[in-house]
């Protein structure tokens, strides 16, 4: 069956980085698009980035535009978040997503907390 595994959270200082990983399985992975979504305490799922099969076109929120970066490797069904600058704003679980047939498939989430 499809499933998403999200690693890589914790907590970090204003500023910081980390990169979050998204393990796949259970479905052909170089062949749907991925994305990443985080929610914060109280708010609605928002979409972060999104990346195409091949990996060359992306979109991001225009809340991470420039800090974020969103890649895959399709030999090791990974797609990665890489976060810079992080501010105490992106501080939310953040889930990997990808929809197929229809369906919406998401990961258990990793927690980002961004806090000095």
């Known amino acids: 069956q499809v499933q998403l595994a999200e690693s890589g959270g914790g907590l970090v200082q204003p500023g910081g980085s980390l990169r979050l990983t998204c393990a796949a399985s259970g479905f052909t992975f170089s062949t749907y698009i991925m994305m990443w979504y985080r929610q914060a305490p109280g708010k609605e799922h928002e979409l972060v980035a999104a990346?195409?099969?091949?990996?060359?076109?992306?979109d991001y929120a225009d809340s991470v535009k420039g800090r974020f970066t969103i890649s895959r490797d399709n030999a090791k069904n990974t797609v990665y978040l890489q976060m810079n600058s992080l501010k105490p704003e992106d501080t939310a679980v953040y889930y990997c997503?990808?929809?197929?047939?229809?369906?919406?498939?998401w990961g258990q989430g990793t927690q980002v907390t961004v806090s000095s």
């Open positions: 997503k990808t929809v197929i047939r229809g369906s919406n498939y």
């Open positions: 990346i195409s099969t091949g990996g060359t076109t992306t």
